[in-house]
């Protein structure tokens, strides 16, 4: 501990910050004890280092908290520290650039690591590799009869496998939808029919984009009969 | 006994007393051996529909009503003499109704007793009197109660001994329905003294029938009295022998004569006097004149009343608000004209004026006035036309007769008569400089009855009247009307509910009142008269109050004084006691009467730094100059030369008017607030919402400068802010302590949870808000959670994970957040298992003083996530975009 090296006991100041930095540096000893960290590169679909990167952890156990997130450096690197001992997804995103989250299963293939920390091994390296990289959905729901723009939700499914799917309530601007694979979108919204009709949905509301394109889709939708 | 030297007893318990101060600036031409006795004094005619309200008594008011007027002769009474009704009739044709009006703000009781001509007394029952209460009593009652059969007597009226001024004022009303139509006649309760003379007198107005005359002695010794009618310039004379306490009854104009000049002048009208031998007043006499229409041949009756000539205080004689035309008359009757009999008592020739004053009731303003002279021989009675003085329905005439003999010498009485029923009206007569400045009537509007108070300023310059209505339990309305000189003026009651109008303090009667007492004084005597006329329009009764009192200001009432801003000004009102005081105003004390409006006050201010104040009346204008404390005080006082002060403390609040900034974060520190505004003085303390402390300080009058630390355990929201200079604290102004207050949801998303198939995860994204709505200083903040959650219903139960202080979870750059909600696995059993979340507040973990600013609740289970009752799947039940979540 350097900062005991420049504790100076006969300067009540100094007294004052060598206790200090003593109880610091005795809470990170307790801490070191208890908790470990993961640290790693994210590289893209051509294995080049992805700067400013958001990568987090997740518990795979009852959750019930946020997430928290750490960027990677110019480099691609990362860090998370003080972590608990236990067993964590760890993902990552950039969806300015294209790479969702991976925590959604609609947009991960499971190629995503998972680490243990435990205080025999309490820091391990991952590798997240993001990509290929979305294309993107950009749609507009509008009232049928009177043309009002509607605040829907989303529900979007991949047409290969069903059991990887996504629903929106909220969202702002164009989504991610992976690429070169078919989507399933289905529209709904309170007191409006869902959008395509049953009957519909093996010729419409699939979708298929290419990496980096934008796909526009106006859909509109009817009242339900009360 | 000297009346001024009589025990005055405490009256009301108040912080202040009047004090009596000699002389003052004001004019006064009230002489002080002026008489203030109680008279009351009515007209009425047909039926007057007595509310049960008035009707203490259980005697019922009689068919009939109160009428034509009878001046019993005033005197100075002392406190514990009784009254008299000279004369009760119950003959079969003609009965009585005896009505007395408590008129003080006391509780009392009156006794009655009556006596027969031969002066034998039999006591009677007593009868309680709630203040400014009536009660009635049937005669014929009376004495059947008493077990007495007696045609003619007369009755006497003892009052609680707990008073100390005669409070009880009375009338006995005499029904005549012997032709089949009914008249009635008035008779006012009489109040001899020793200061009275040896003599009464009284004018009849002209008649075809006989007048009658009773006179009762209060003497416990024989008098030889003896009663002169003139009437035609023929003079009789009767001498007449009264027992003790007893009573005599004669038609003094009757001669034993039955020449033609005698009969010729049966229909003239009459001077009559009665003087007697005994000791100073020891008489009173009441009379009857009887009249037959012409055309109908209805009879009817009318009363005389008998006024001690020593009592008048001058040679004016003043009839306010005359019934004449269609003005002031009974509803839906005819029109009336009016005659004026005058009598002459002196020796010598008198030059008589009649003066007519005129007012228009819509505006007030006086349309004309005219005189009438005339010279009146000695020892001669008159009648005189006077016409229809109010030839506009909206007019009202009052008329003052004065002469230029020496006072008691003129005797007057104003007659107006129809050609149908009812016949006549006879108006009061009222000496110009009487003692009595007020008045006490009851006021009904029920059977849609009209009350109208009827009210004349017979001086010179304009005068004050104080007004006081008051509903029991409800509200006491209180106005000053300024009345011009010469001006009549009506004031309905009915009008002052219907258009809802607001007394000086904005009060208004309410509309379900329909019966009460109605007060009224001028600031001293001589200064204006009132009297209070009850009309039905159904029945055409006619009722006129005029009882009169002598209202002293006695004691004043605390200002209720309340805080002020500096530069605002607050209206005070000064409230007086009233108290009844027969003795003129000498002793500045009395029964208490009722509460009012002074008319005249002088308004000070201990401290004109602190406050100033201006007022020349009940209403005064404080100012607040600077913060602090000042006594005002309104030095309130009478035309009788009393005074009493109403005092009270008025606090002048520091105002500000800014603050800025208008919000201090939580948590910031050495932030500077200025605090503009004026009134804060050198050293004023200033107090913030909790949690916000002060560093440094300066202050001039009018800014504070401030520099504050905002602690974490401060109060998020909404505070006061106010300065307190010399002990008064100023208005609150608000300073925000802002901080997290609320979350939206930016994104809402569910699908499976990772390396799931079945069990979903919802994830949330929020931004916080500060209360005041903006994101600052929410970014890269430490959040946690304080979650409860229920019994975990699945297998393996796991215990959930969430965010602590400790573990430094923080926010994004621009103040957001991920929520994740999920069970993680699909190792769980039974299929829709999952655990409840009773809550999960977000917090800002803010050094151990956690702030919530958003609360979640619901349900995580494998298939399905609750977040404040947004359920998903289906995907379309998740939260909109914005949607607000709340701590």
């Not at chain 1, 990167?53 to 691609?76: C, H, M, P, W």
């Not at chain 2, 000042?630 to 009493?644: E, H, K, P, Q, R």
């Not at chain 2, 006061?720 to 802002?738: C, F, I, K, P, Q």
């Not at chain 2, 005041?772 to 200083?777: A, I, V």
Request: proline letters at 6%; one cysteine or more.
């Amino acid at each position: 501990m350097t900062t005991r090296f420049f504790c100076q006991p006969l300067l009540i100041i100094g007294v004052c910050f060598c206790l200090s930095s003593g109880m610091q540096a005795q809470m990170s000893r307790t801490k070191a004890a208890r908790e470990g960290a993961v640290k790693g590169r994210v590289v893209d679909e051509n294995h080049a280092p992805v700067a400013k990167a958001e990568v987090y952890l997740q518990d795979q156990r009852l959750t019930i908290k946020s997430i928290r997130f750490v960027e990677t450096n110019a480099a691609g690197y990362f860090r998370i520290d003080h972590v608990a001992w236990g067993m964590y997804w760890v993902f990552g995103r950039k969806e300015d650039a294209g790479y969702p989250d991976q925590g959604f299963a609609f947009y991960n293939d499971s190629r995503s690591p998972k680490v243990t920390l435990s205080p025999s091994s309490p820091v391990k390296t991952v590798v997240i590799r993001f990509g290929p990289r979305c294309g993107k959905l950009a749609i507009t729901i509008t009232d049928a009869i009177s043309g009002k723009a509607i605040q829907g939700a989303l529900m979007l499914r991949r047409a290969n496998d069903p059991r990887k799917y996504l629903g929106i309530t909220a969202w702002s601007g164009p989504i991610l939808v992976p690429s070169n694979t078919d989507i399933e979108v289905e529209v709904g919204a309170k007191g409006y029919d869902s959008w395509p009709p049953k009957t519909a949905r093996a010729t419409e509301g699939t979708i298929r984009v290419k990496p980096g394109e934008v796909y526009s889709l106006a859909v509109r939708i009817k009242r339900s009969n009360p | 006994m000297h009346i001024s030297e009589a025990p005055s007893a405490p009256i009301r318990i108040t912080a202040l007393v009047s004090r009596y101060i000699p002389t003052r600036t004001h004019s006064t031409r009230f002489r002080r051996r002026a008489v203030g006795a109680i008279i009351c004094t009515s007209i009425a005619t047909t039926l007057f529909p007595v509310p049960s309200v008035y009707s203490q008594s259980s005697t019922p008011y009689p068919p009939g009503g109160y009428r034509i007027p009878v001046h019993s002769r005033t005197s100075l009474p002392m406190p514990s003499t009784p009254s008299i009704f000279p004369l009760f009739i119950e003959d079969g044709a003609i009965s009585s109704t005896v009505t007395l009006i408590n008129s003080s703000g006391l509780s009392t009781y009156a006794s009655l007793s009556v006596r027969n001509a031969a002066g034998q007394t039999w006591d009677s029952r007593r009868y309680p009197l709630a203040p400014h209460a009536t009660v009635q009593i049937a005669v014929a009652d009376l004495l059947r109660e008493m077990g007495l059969n007696l045609q003619y007597g007369s009755i006497v009226v003892s009052q609680s001994s707990g008073l100390h001024r005669p409070s009880i004022v009375g009338q006995l009303t005499l029904a005549d329905r012997a032709s089949g139509f009914s008249s009635y006649a008035e008779e006012e309760m009489a109040m001899p003294g020793i200061l009275d003379s040896q003599s009464l007198r009284s004018v009849a107005e002209a008649a075809d029938r006989s007048l009658q005359l009773a006179v009762s002695s209060m003497s416990a010794q024989v008098q030889h009295v003896n009663i002169r009618c003139t009437r035609g310039g023929v003079t009789l004379n009767r001498q007449e022998t009264i027992p003790p306490e007893g009573q005599v009854i004669v038609q003094p104009c009757d001669s034993p004569d039955t020449s033609a000049t005698a009969a010729a002048s049966a229909t003239a009208p009459a001077a009559l006097s009665v003087t007697t031998d005994g000791p100073n007043g020891q008489l009173a006499a009441y009379g009857i004149t009887r009249h037959t229409n012409a055309s109908t041949g209805n009879e009817f009756i009318g009363a005389l009343q008998f006024i001690d000539p020593h009592s008048f205080n001058s040679s004016s004689l003043v009839f306010s608000g005359v019934s004449s035309g269609t003005s002031l008359t009974p509803l839906n009757a005819g029109e009336y004209r009016s005659e004026i009999a005058l009598a002459n008592f002196a020796k010598s020739a008198a030059h008589i004026a009649i003066s007519v004053y005129r007012t228009s009731a819509a505006d007030g303003n006086q349309v004309a006035s005219n005189t009438i002279n005339t010279l009146l021989p000695p020892l001669s009675a008159v009648q005189l036309p006077l016409g229809n003085l109010a030839p506009q329905p909206d007019q009202i005439s009052s008329v003052i007769v004065t002469s230029d003999i020496p006072p008691g010498n003129v005797f007057a009485k104003i007659i107006s008569t129809a050609d149908t029923a009812p016949y006549q009206l006879e108006q009061l007569v009222k000496d110009s400089l009487d003692g009595r400045n007020g008045g006490s009537h009851p006021w009904t509007l029920a059977d849609d009855s009209s009350s109208d108070l009827i009210l004349f300023n017979e001086s010179d310059s304009a005068q004050p009247f104080n007004i006081a209505i008051e509903v029991p339990g409800m509200v006491e309305w209180e106005k000053t009307l300024t009345i011009l000189s010469h001006e009549s003026r009506t004031l309905s009651i009915g009008d002052l509910i219907a258009q809802k109008v607001a007394d000086d303090r904005g009060r208004v009667i309410p509309a379900s009142a329909k019966a009460g007492t109605l007060l009224w004084h001028t600031a001293g005597p001589g200064e204006g008269l009132g009297r209070l006329l009850i009309r039905s329009p159904n029945d055409l009764s006619f009722h006129s109050f005029s009882c009169g009192q002598t209202y002293v200001i006695c004691n004043g009432e605390p200002l209720d004084l309340g805080t002020i801003t500096v530069g605002q000004q607050e209206t005070a009102f000064a409230t007086a006691d009233y108290c009844i005081d027969y003795t003129g105003g000498l002793q500045c004390t009395g029964d208490y009467g009722y509460s009012g409006l002074p008319q005249y006050a002088d308004w000070l201010t201990s401290d004109s730094n602190v406050a100033t104040v201006s007022g020349s009346g009940a209403q005064g204008t404080i100012y607040g100059i600077s913060g602090g404390i000042a006594t005002i005080d309104a030095s309130m006082y009478d035309l009788f030369g009393c005074v009493a002060d109403a005092t009270g403390d008025v606090g002048v609040a520091p105002q500000i008017t800014g603050i800025s900034p208008s919000s201090v974060y939580i948590g910031s520190n050495n932030v500077q607030i200025t605090i503009s505004g004026n009134g804060f003085g050198t050293a004023p303390s200033v107090s913030l919402p909790s949690g916000v402390t002060i560093a440094s300080q300066s202050a001039t009058d009018s800014q504070i400068t401030l520099t504050v630390n905002t602690s974490y355990s401060a109060t998020i929201g909404n505070g006061d802010v106010s300065v307190t200079a010399s002990g008064v604290a100023s208005n609150a102004e608000t300073l925000l302590v802002d901080g997290p207050g609320y979350m939206t949801v930016n994104l809402d998303t569910y699908g499976p949870c990772p390396g799931c198939s079945t069990t979903i995860e919802r994830r949330v994204s929020y931004q916080i808000y500060n209360v005041s709505g903006t994101t600052t200083n929410l970014g890269n903040q430490v959040i946690s959670e304080n979650v409860s959650v229920g019994t975990n219903s699945c297998t393996p139960a796991g215990t959930p994970f969430f965010n602590t202080c400790a573990e430094g979870r923080t926010t994004s750059a621009s103040g957001t957040f991920t929520d994740v909600w999920s069970l993680q696995s699909d190792s769980l059993s039974p299929s829709g298992c999952g655990v409840p979340i009773n809550y999960d507040h977000w917090q800002m973990c803010f050094n151990g003083n956690p702030k919530t600013f958003g609360t979640l609740s619901g349900y995580v289970h494998t298939n399905s996530i609750n977040i404040n009752g947004y359920v998903v799947p289906p995907y379309s039940n998740g939260m909109s975009a914005g949607t607000r979540i709340n701590p």
